[in-house]
């Protein structure tokens, strides 16, 4: 079964900004579509952004577009985040996960998650 393991959060400033990162491991996903998602202090996990398996297409959800931009690792098996002009509101569990076509859906394709990574942002 594959694990998703992300990193790169931390406690950042309202403006700054944080790069994530996601592995994937015991299975292969280069072949995957796939996502970022959040959780906040009680609220619902929600979609963040999601690339196609070769990069061609990108979709983010209308609370950081503009702001944050996914790519594909060199390794095609991770998933990167670079998250710029944070915002307070942004601070979240940071998780990914392979994603359900169209992107726009906005929907995970695996039913099991990481251990997610923590953003703060304070104001």
């Known amino acids: 079964q594959v694990q998703l393991v992300e990193s790169g959060g931390g406690l950042v400033q309202a403006g700054g900004s944080l790069r994530l990162s996601c592995a994937a491991s015991g299975r292969t996903l280069t072949n995957h579509n796939l996502g970022w998602f959040r959780q906040a202090p009680g609220k619902e996990r929600e979609f963040v952004a999601g690339?196609?398996?070769?990069?061609?297409?990108?979709y983010y959800s209308d609370s950081v577009k503009g702001r944050f931009t996914i790519s594909r690792g060199n390794a095609k098996n991770t998933v990167l985040l670079q998250m710029n002009s944070l915002k307070p509101e942004d601070t979240a569990v940071y998780y990914c996960n392979a994603v359900r076509l169209p992107l726009a859906t906005m929907l995970a394709l695996f039913d099991f998650w990481g251990q997610g990574t923590q953003v703060t942002v304070s104001s």
């Open positions: 690339i196609m398996w070769d990069g061609s297409v990108t």
